[in-house]
């Protein structure tokens, strides 16, 4: 079975500072990793996935295999990136059936 | 390009009742899945229909069931309602080809179970 584990439900930084949200996963083929964010009053929306390999709002997110982790990370905070922070993890080819975290509430403090 | 829309956006119903639920995906798509939120257990995928046929299914009871029309718009349908049937349900629409596609979400319907 597989599963999505985000040890946080919640975490503050002050503007300016790093930020790294963790998740880690189990799955025994070759999965597919997303982060969603939904941030206040709005729709669950990609924020990015591990094959785009792209940076998103300074976002940026490196697969490793490993430790099956997926952790995301911004090296300076903004007030606007507080949200709610999901990952998610998908069988290769499946983006449509998706297993999620619990999720992390992110605030970042002025 | 209009958004996924979901109605009604809210529902109360009682124990026992069925509930109807309706999904609009974005123009073009032709994938639109299904998903249960509540507090307790999170976010969990329940189904997902392409051009008409269900081609996924989550872990969930057969009172679970939904369709999609040729116009690629989703009902999703929960017979005998239990208390705990209470979530926040969500569905996405993507192209449902394509390593890279994407799932756009709706805002959800918030269903009430008394």
């Known amino acids: 079975a597989q599963r999505v584990t985000q040890p946080e439900k919640l975490l503050s930084v002050f503007k300016g500072a790093p930020v790294e949200l963790k998740c880690n996963y189990s799955y025994s083929g070759s999965p597919e990793l997303f982060w969603y964010v939904q941030y206040s009053r709005q729709r669950l929306q990609l924020?990015?996935?591990?094959?785009?390999?792209e940076s998103i709002k300074?976002?940026?997110?490196?697969?490793?295999?490993?430790?099956?982790?997926?952790?995301?990370k911004k090296p300076f905070a903004q007030e606007e990136d507080s949200a709610m922070y999901y990952c998610a993890l998908s069988r290769t080819g499946s983006a449509r059936q998706l297993t999620f975290g619990s999720g992390t509430q992110l605030t970042v403090l002025p | 390009?209009?958004?996924?829309?979901?109605?009604?956006?809210?529902?109360?119903?009682?124990?026992?009742?069925?509930?109807?639920?309706?999904?609009?995906?974005?123009?073009?798509?032709?994938?639109?899945?299904?998903?249960q939120q509540t507090p307790g257990q999170g976010l969990q995928f329940l189904f997902e229909y392409f051009s008409e046929t269900q081609r996924n299914k989550g872990?969930?009871?057969?009172?679970?069931?939904?369709?999609?029309f040729s116009n690629s718009r989703s009902e999703m349908n929960v017979s005998t309602l239990e208390l705990g049937d209470s979530a926040l349900y969500l569905c996405a629409s993507g192209s449902g080809t394509g390593l890279e596609d994407t799932q756009y979400f709706g805002p959800g319907t918030r269903l009430t179970v008394l």
Not at chain 1, 58 to 67: I, Q, R, Y
Not at chain 2, 59 to 68: A, D, K, L, W
């Open chain 1, 47 to 53: 924020l990015l996935r591990h094959i785009s390999r």
């Open chain 2, 59 to 68: 872990n969930f009871p057969g009172r679970f069931s939904g369709r999609q």
């Open chain 2, 1 to 35: 390009k209009a958004g996924v829309t979901q109605t009604p956006r809210y529902l109360i119903k009682t124990r026992g009742q069925q509930v109807t639920l309706s999904c609009s995906p974005i123009s073009g798509h032709r994938s639109v899945s299904w998903y």
């Open chain 1, 58 to 72: 300074g976002f940026t997110a490196d697969l490793n295999k490993g430790e099956t982790s997926f952790h995301l």
